[in-house]
């Protein structure tokens, strides 16, 4: 994985753990809910979308899924 596609992945992962914070609170009015979960479905199909284009690069693959599993 190249050092621009692994950014993009870390960028990914934060927001998503940002929007996770977010909703996890009581405060969260139910159309600011529905427009994170909006978000967070597109941040998944663009890692989705990320992931199937290192198609042939395992290595890559691998490193991907296991980071931030510390």
Known sequence: MDAKTE???AS????LEE???QVKGDDV???AALDLYDEAVKLGMKATELLES???EPEAAAHAEGEGQE
Do not use: N, V, Y
């Not at 990914?12 to 927001?15: A, L």
């Open 7 to 9: 950014e993009t992945f």
């Open 12 to 15: 990914i992962r934060d927001r």
């Open 19 to 21: 929007i996770a914070a």
């Open 29 to 31: 009015p139910l159309d």
């Open 54 to 56: 290192m198609d042939g």
